[in-house]
């Protein structure tokens, strides 16, 4: 089978990915109720036992929710970093301490045969992260809750055969909204959330990577559209001179409330 994954939801209502290799299937994020994950998992033929354990990128809730009950209820490992577990403790509940794991950001661990590699991003949380998932030489990036993509992120993410991206917002459409101005601010801000336009830019240096999939995700339903993030997106590689790549590529779309297909991560 190789290393395949799908996106259970992305958004601001909650955030999921199944990350599965020969040996492992891992959660990231548990940013829906317990129940709606495993009716998410079910349409993509998991339950809750399938999984080995889960990973957190952040403590905010739209990515936690689920978090404690579901590994309760399967006896599940988390893994996060020392400061996150103490932000996102008291939103959890009780876990067993031998399930308690840390994982300090930009470490690298091996879960059976999936390498597993976390990585420090800026975003308006404790110590938020982003993983690098790499199973029998292909390699899954994972970046979404970043408020611009550093060099460092961007070392990170070079030669990801597959990229699951944020594109959380067009500008024009924030400033025009209706949210007050210190969260719009926020949003736009070094920590807040990647742009459709940010997305394009960042693209135009992964692509030369290797990255040759990349799924747009957490998207904002207040400010943004999926067929605006994708003609964004596209323009600003046009615009960059990425012509060639056009027919190398392929830009796929993530949704709030159903998961995407199964997708076989290749090198």
């Known amino acids: 089978m190789g ?6 939801a992305s958004g601001s209502t909650g955030n ?3 990350v599965s290799s020969d040996a492992a299937t891992v959660l990231v994020d548990a940013g829906l109720s317990a129940r709606k994950i495993e009716e998410l998992m079910k349409e ?3 339950s809750g036992r399938d999984l080995d354990a889960i990973f957190v990128t952040h403590e905010h809730s739209d990515h936690i929710k689920g978090l404690g009950a579901l590994a309760r209820k399967y006896e599940l490992p988390v893994y996060a970093n020392e400061k996150t577990w103490a932000a996102m403790q008291k939103h959890i509940g009780e876990l067993a301490d031998e399930k308690r794991r840390i994982m300090p950001a ?4 091996e879960l059976f045969d999936l390498r597993i590699e976390s990585y420090a991003i800026s975003h308006d949380a404790a110590e938020p992260v982003g ?7 292909a390699k899954l990036g994972l970046a979404t809750d970043l408020g ?5 992120v961007m070392r990170q993410l070079l030669r990801s055969d597959v990229l699951v991206l944020e594109a959380n917002h ?14 719009k601010r926020r949003i736009l801000g070094d920590e807040g959330h990647l742009s459709n336009e940010a997305a394009g830019e960042a693209l135009c240096r992964l692509l030369d990577g290797g990255t040759r999939r990349v799924y747009l995700a957490h998207l904002s339903q207040e400010h943004n559209l999926m067929d605006l993030a994708k003609l ?3 323009t600003v590689l046009e615009d960059n001179g990425m012509f060639y790549h056009k027919h190398e590529f392929a830009l796929r779309e993530t949704y709030y409330d159903r998961p995407t297909a199964w997708d076989l991560v290749k090198s």
């Open 170 to 183: 067009d500008v024009d459409m924030l400033r025009m909204g209706r949210y007050p101005w210190n969260i």
């Open 131 to 137: 993983y690098c998932f790499e199973s029998g030489g």
């Open 232 to 234: 964004t997106v596209n």
């Open 44 to 46: 993509r033929d998991l």
């Open 148 to 152: 611009y993509v550093s060099d460092k």
């Open 3 to 8: 290393m395949q994954f799908t996106v259970l």
């Open 106 to 109: 930009d470490s690298v661990m």
């Open 16 to 18: 999921a990915t199944i």
